[in-house]
Nanobody, 122 residues
Framework: VQLQASGGGLVQAGGSLRLSCAAS????????IGWFRQAPGKEREFVAG????????KYADSVKGRFTISRDNAKNTVYLQINSLKPEDTAVYYC????????????????WGQGTEVTVSS
């Protein structure tokens, strides 16, 4: 499975972005997409996840109410709509895929995109 993340950029606090994660290859072998982010000097952290087999969506507490994960099955693309951006949201955002049950542990994801950078200015 190959993942291509895009949509990052420089935005002012309070602004919005929509990140995309386009999947190709053996996409039938996975049923979870997770979005993670990593700020400089920090560990990679879970942001949002979607398991479409069991219709499960999960969010980190820090982004609940501001981030929304969704999927366009026809386009093999998962989106992360991020609103009300804060400077602390600044990070490189990665999408990742796995099969099986949902997990927020990034170490359990087998397939990764290259990351897209989000910078929020105050």
């Amino acid at each position: 499975v190959q993942l291509q993340a895009s949509g990052g950029g420089l935005v002012q606090a309070g602004g919005s972005l929509r990140l995309s994660c386009a999947a190709s290859g053996r996409t039938f072998s996975v049923n979870n997409i997770g979005w993670f982010r990593q700020a400089p000097g920090k560990e990679r952290e879970f942001v949002a996840g979607l398991n479409w087999r069991y219709n499960v969506t999960k969010y980190a507490d820090s982004v609940k109410g501001r981030f929304t994960i969704s999927r366009d099955n026809a386009k093999n693309t998962v989106y992360l709509q991020i609103n009300s951006l804060k400077p602390e949201d600044t990070a490189v955002y990665y999408c990742a895929a796995r099969s099986g049950l949902f997990t927020s542990n990034y170490k359990n994801y087998a397939y990764w995109g290259q990351g897209t950078e989000v910078t929020v200015s105050s």
